[in-house]
């Protein structure tokens, strides 16, 4: 796997993605294929425990090039990913019009969304254009934030917003993109609004 970086968070789960380091390359392949048929069916958050522990050995898979390998078969419906050839297991996040839906082994944009399905197009792209306003209150400059009057007040208020519309994207949008994957990966979180997955409603 690659190197951490210095911080506490990543270095942490390098340690948590040793234990695939230590599988041989057919284990791994197997490991890789059951657990994409336990997932399969539906939308999932980004801070899953089953979804973390698939990404770590994901990410060991393809340095390893293990889907390449065909040493094991990924269940029915599972595409491959024009990125890196790995099952399509596509993560959806708040950068969408820019990334597309994102693969999971690789982190290249898997599905650009030019290429998402027509009727899915226009929610996707109405539902993150409101949200990049929501999230730019965290990077407004010293200007923005005067003319705000209280900035501490208009950050908070813009968390609960953040709150209210990733549950959106959760709960509306990502099962509407099950019609066209069989699994998707929603993100429940934003570190620049201090929104943590606890804050969006299950």
Same mark, same amino acid.
């Given at each position: 796997m690659s190197e951490p970086s210095d911080a506490p968070l990543d270095r942490l789960w390098h340690e948590y993605g040793r234990v695939f380091e230590g599988f041989d390359d057919l284990t791994l392949a197997r490991w890789l294929a059951q657990t994409l048929g336990q997932i399969e069916g539906? @939308?999932?958050?980004?801070?899953? /425990?089953?979804?973390? @522990? !698939?990404?770590l050995a994901a990410q060991a898979g393809h340095e390893r090039q293990i889907w390449l390998k065909r040493l094991a078969t990924p269940p029915h419906g599972y595409t491959a990913a024009p990125c890196c050839r790995a099952p399509l297991l596509p993560l959806f996040t708040r950068d969408?019009?820019?990334?597309?839906?994102?693969?999971?082994?690789c982190n290249g944009t898997a599905v650009p969304f030019e290429e998402i399905s027509?009727?899915?197009?226009? /929610?996707?792209?109405?539902?993150? &254009? &409101? !949200?990049?306003? +929501?999230?730019a209150v965290a990077h407004w400059d010293d200007r923005q934030r005067k003319r @705000?009057?209280?900035?501490?007040?208009?950050? &908070?208020?813009? @968390?609960?917003?953040? &709150?209210?519309?990733?549950? +959106?994207?959760?709960?509306?949008?990502? /099962?509407?993109?099950l019609e066209h994957f069989p699994a998707v990966v929603w993100e429940d979180q934003d570190e620049c609004l201090e929104v943590r997955p606890e804050d969006v409603d299950g």
């Open positions: 539906r @939308a999932w958050r980004f801070s899953h /425990p089953l979804l973390g @522990a !698939y990404r969408v019009l820019d990334t597309g839906l994102v693969c999971q082994h027509g009727e899915l197009q226009q /929610p996707l792209r109405a539902w993150a &254009e &409101e !949200y990049a306003a +929501i999230h @705000a009057g209280n900035y501490d007040r208009a950050f &908070e208020d813009a @968390a609960v917003k953040a &709150e209210k519309s990733l549950f +959106i994207a959760g709960h509306t949008l990502a /099962p509407r993109l």
